[in-house]
Structure formats: C-alpha cells, structure tokens
C-alpha cells in the first residue's frame, strides 16, 4: 500500500560525508511530518531530525550542526545530509513518515528498511 525506500548508506571514514534518501510510494494522499531515526547496536532506537510540511526541523542535539533535513513534497522524498560524522554516528539510518492513504483516513507512521552507516575512525 504505503512503501518507503531508503538509500545512500555506506562505510565512511570519520570527517566525511554521506546523502542518505527516503521515497515514499504507494496510495498517498498527504504526507505531514518526516524523518529520520537511527538505531545502534545494543542501543535503542533515536530520532535524528524531522521535518514537517511546512518545513520546519527539529535536530537531536548530538547532530545540529552536522546534519541537514530537507525534502521534496513533490516526489515525496526526504533527504538527511551528514557532514562531519563521527564513529558514534553508526547505526541503521530509518527513515519514517505520517502519511493519509485518503481524505477521511487517519494519519499512520510508516517506516523504511533501514540503511546501514557506518563511520571508522
């Protein structure tokens, strides 16, 4: 019905860069707010940054700085750009968005497979 399809991760050494994409498809009528979470191992899963439809973002703190969210209403895409990263930035990247699949349906929160990144020092 509803799929979200990440990309972009990989292995980086410290200092550097990575774009990761979110593309939402299926049966949507509206998308509200999206975002990316991210889970270490033995660590539970966190947010990162979110974004809503009118393009306000919110940053954990441990990326501000680092990190920049935007999206693409038109291809309902979202996109996290990680600059700077750092060893303790690995983990499985989620992406995670509130979609309507119609006019009277309620809001659900759907989420991506995951992608790995991972940050060597």
């Known amino acids: 019905q509803v799929q979200l399809v990440e990309s972009g991760g990989g292995l980086v050494q410290a200092g550097g860069s990575l774009r990761l994409s979110c593309a939402a498809s299926?049966?949507?009528?509206?998308?509200?707010?999206m975002g990316w979470y991210r889970q270490a191992p033995g660590k539970q899963r966190e947010l990162v940054a979110t974004?809503?439809?009118?393009?306000?973002?919110n940053y954990a703190d441990s990326v501000k700085g680092r990190f920049t969210i935007s999206r693409d209403s038109a291809k309902n895409t979202v996109y996290l750009q990680m600059t700077s990263l750092k060893p303790e930035d690995t983990a499985v990247y989620y992406c995670?968005?509130?979609?309507?699949?119609?006019?009277?349906?309620?809001?659900?929160?759907?989420w991506g497979q995951g992608t790995q990144v991972t940050v060597s020092s």
């Open positions: 995670n968005a509130e979609i309507r699949t119609g006019p009277l349906r309620p809001t659900q929160r759907y």
């Open positions: 299926g049966r949507i009528f509206s998308i509200n707010t």
């Open positions: 974004i809503d439809s009118g393009g306000d973002t």
